[in-house]
């Protein structure tokens, strides 16, 4: 039962956008509405380097890869350039086994080693108990709410914005 947490390589894509298209068909935990291709997610990891803003851990447990955790750019004006986005998601098999945590760890721990990280932002559709307590596990303090901040699925939803110093 080896649990390895290491950063993403293209061999990881196809596992990953599985496991991102099953929560963006079956929930409102994202608010991507449509399933994303293969090709999709190689133009999104081309964003990724094992230093900087944009970072990519993935968790592999028995050989398989089973989650990730990404910073990602936070907003289009450069000034926000300092600020990444998180995202995480652990495959539906897999939640509660402690994997969210280490993998989402690493990323925090490489971020806060970054010197041109200086904050992280997670945004959290509400109700997510699991991703609620794991942001604030992990040091995230709650920044702000947008109320009805996204439309999915027939409803409008809050949205919670979770924000992590990384020690600066
Ligand atoms: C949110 C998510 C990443 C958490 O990862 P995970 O591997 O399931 O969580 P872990 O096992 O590492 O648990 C971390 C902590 O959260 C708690 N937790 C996990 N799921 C929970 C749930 N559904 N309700 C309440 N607490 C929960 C755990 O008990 C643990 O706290 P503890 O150590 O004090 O007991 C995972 O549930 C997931 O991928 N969910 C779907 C996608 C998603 O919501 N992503 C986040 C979008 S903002």
Known sequence: ??????????????????ILNHYILN???????????????????????????YQ????????????????????QRPAYGPSVMTSIYIHPDHLGEGLGEKVYSALLDNLSAEPEAHRAYGLVVLPNPGSVKLHEKLGFEQAGLLHE???????????????HRLGK
């Open 1 to 18: 039962m080896a649990t390895i947490i290491r950063r993403g390589q293209e061999a990881d894509l196809p596992a990953l956008r599985d």
């Open 27 to 53: 929930t409102v935990v994202t608010f991507e509405m449509v399933e994303l291709s293969l090709e999709n997610r190689k133009t999104w990891f081309t964003q990724f380097r094992d230093e900087g803003r």
């Open 56 to 75: 990519l851990m993935v968790v592999e447990k028995d050989e398989q890869t089973v989650g990730y955790a990404a910073s990602l750019r936070f907003h």
């Open 149 to 163: 901040g996204g439309y999915k699925f027939g409803k409008y939803h809050d949205v919670r914005i979770y924000e």
